[in-house]
């Protein structure tokens, strides 16, 4: 990424930065807005964003758009596997699926170091989704995103709602609320008081807890797995480092803010007109299921409907029952 006032690239199309290869799970990026720039909401205009991203399946005008969790990326067969894959929702052999790494992450697309930092928001990030279906090709999209990414799902229904033929939200209000915000407002800062990865994890902890549920630590986390420490907090502990080997604090400060800047109004939500299933979790502690109903019940075609586990929040990823049968008769509805 460059700033407006830098010298403009000479190249007037999107560049591809490494080609396509025979393998399709190979992560690919493209530089993005080389001659017209992505304007932040921020008010800051961009030049030269550059997008990672992965596809599956044969390239068509019509895709599947996957929109990943905070500390997610674009690898969807390496976290969704219970989606992915033929007879699966995702299924390549009859979809082209896209999934790219959100701006402001840390996964190949531009993140805080090449964005000075700036404020982005989930909107932000749908423009520059936009643009990379444009270079694919693609026209019309199926959405599905599942907790900050069914955040975002939300963003693009409101940025681009003449490219989205339907969405699915997994376990994601219509907006952050003071509680999701709080918790994101504990985590930065850790982050802020203890900068270089102890905050990080720290973070880490805290949000783990919101992931989970009492149920299920209750049920995993007895005991001890070193001689006097609570289970738990080894667990914790485990979960921390994990995040600090493979995540960037300041991404972690940047996509947190991301979320909590994300507050539509009634009124706009009343105007999206596409079919949403938007999928509550009946143990979620960040995102409370009657929080998720009741955020759907202001969107005019939305469909709700719960996923049963003890396993809180990240039980899309962890115990996700019927949840892949439902999201597939939906995508595939229309
Ligand atoms: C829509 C989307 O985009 S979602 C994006 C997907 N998200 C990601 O890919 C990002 C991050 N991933 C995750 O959040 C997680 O990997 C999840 C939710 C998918 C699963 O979490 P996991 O850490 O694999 O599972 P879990 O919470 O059960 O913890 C298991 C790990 O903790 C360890 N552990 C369990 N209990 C303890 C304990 N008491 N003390 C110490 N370690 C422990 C296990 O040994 C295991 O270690 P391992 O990861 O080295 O195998
Ligand atoms: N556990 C997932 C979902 C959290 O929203 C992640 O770390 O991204």
Same mark, same amino acid.
């Given at each position: 990424?460059?700033?407006?006032?830098?010298?403009?690239?000479?190249?007037?199309?999107?560049?591809?930065?490494?080609?396509?290869?025979?393998?399709?799970?190979?992560?690919?990026?493209?530089?993005?807005?080389?001659?017209?720039?992505?304007?932040?909401?921020?008010?800051?205009?961009?030049?030269?964003?550059?997008?990672?991203?992965?596809?599956?399946?044969?390239?068509?005008?019509?895709?599947?758009?996957?929109?990943?969790?905070?500390?997610?990326?674009?690898?969807? !067969?390496?976290?969704?596997?219970?989606?992915?894959?033929?007879?699966?929702?995702?299924?390549?052999?009859?979809?082209?699926?896209?999934?790219?790494?959100?701006?402001?992450?840390?996964?190949?697309?531009?993140?805080?170091?090449?964005?000075?930092?700036?404020?982005?928001?989930?909107?932000?990030?749908?423009?520059?989704?936009?643009?990379?279906?444009? !270079?694919?090709?693609?026209?019309?999209?199926?959405?599905?995103?599942? /907790?900050?990414?069914?955040?975002?799902?939300?963003?693009?229904?409101?940025?681009?709602?003449?490219?989205?033929?339907?969405?699915?939200?997994?376990?994601?209000?219509?907006?952050?609320?003071?509680?999701?915000?709080?918790?994101? /407002?504990?985590?930065?800062?850790?982050? *802020?008081?203890?900068?270089?990865?102890?905050?990080?994890?720290?973070?880490?902890?805290?949000?783990?807890? /919101?992931? *989970?549920?009492?149920?299920?630590?209750?049920?995993?986390?007895?005991?001890?797995?070193?001689?006097?420490? !609570?289970?738990?907090? /080894?667990?914790?502990?485990?979960?921390?480092?994990?995040?600090?080997?493979?995540?960037?604090?300041?991404?972690?400060?940047?996509?947190?803010?991301?979320?909590?800047?994300?507050?539509?109004?009634?009124?706009?939500?009343?105007?999206?007109?596409?079919?949403?299933?938007?999928?509550?979790?009946?143990?979620?502690?960040?995102?409370?299921?009657?929080?998720?109903?009741?955020?759907?019940?202001?969107?005019?075609?939305?469909?709700?409907?719960?996923?049963?586990?003890?396993?809180?929040?990240?039980?899309?990823?962890?115990?996700?029952?019927?949840?892949?049968?439902?999201?597939?008769?939906?995508? !595939?509805?229309?």
């Amino acid at each position: 990424m460059t700033a407006l006032s830098r010298t403009p690239s000479p190249l007037p199309l999107p560049q591809e930065d490494e080609r396509c290869s025979a393998d399709d799970r190979k992560r690919r990026t493209v530089t993005l807005f080389r001659t017209s720039p992505l304007l932040l909401d921020c008010g800051q205009p961009l030049l030269d964003v550059r997008v990672a991203y992965h596809t599956y399946g044969e390239a068509r005008e019509e895709a599947t758009l996957v929109l990943h969790a905070l500390t997610g990326n674009s690898a969807v !067969h390496e976290w969704w596997p219970d989606f992915l894959g033929a007879g699966r929702p995702l299924d390549p052999t009859q979809a082209y699926i896209v999934c790219a790494n959100v701006l402001g992450g840390c996964a190949g697309t531009d993140g805080p170091s090449e964005l000075g930092d700036l404020p982005i928001s989930l909107r932000d990030m749908a423009r520059v989704g936009r643009a990379l279906l444009e !270079h694919l090709g693609v026209r019309r999209v199926r959405v599905i995103g599942a /907790s900050m990414g069914g955040l975002l799902a939300y963003a693009w229904l409101l940025e681009c709602p003449d490219l989205v033929a339907r969405a699915v939200v997994i376990g994601a209000p219509v907006r952050h609320s003071p509680w999701a915000v709080g918790l994101n /407002s504990a985590a930065r800062a850790a982050i *802020r008081a203890a900068p270089g990865g102890e905050g990080l994890k720290v973070a880490r902890m805290v949000a783990m807890l /919101s992931y *989970r549920s009492p149920q299920s630590l209750a049920q995993t986390q007895v005991g001890q797995r070193r001689p006097g420490v !609570h289970a738990v907090t /080894s667990y914790l502990e485990y979960q921390g480092e994990k995040l600090l080997a493979r995540f960037c604090e300041r991404s972690y400060l940047t996509l947190t803010a991301a979320m909590d800047g994300f507050q539509p109004n009634d009124a706009e939500l009343a105007a999206i007109r596409v079919p949403v299933l938007a999928v509550g979790i009946s143990s979620d502690v960040l995102y409370p299921a009657a929080e998720v109903r009741a955020g759907a019940a202001a969107v005019p075609n939305a469909t709700y409907w719960e996923l049963d586990s003890i396993h809180g929040h990240d039980a899309f990823l962890m115990d996700s029952g019927d949840l892949p049968v439902r999201v597939g008769a939906f995508l !595939h509805q229309g």
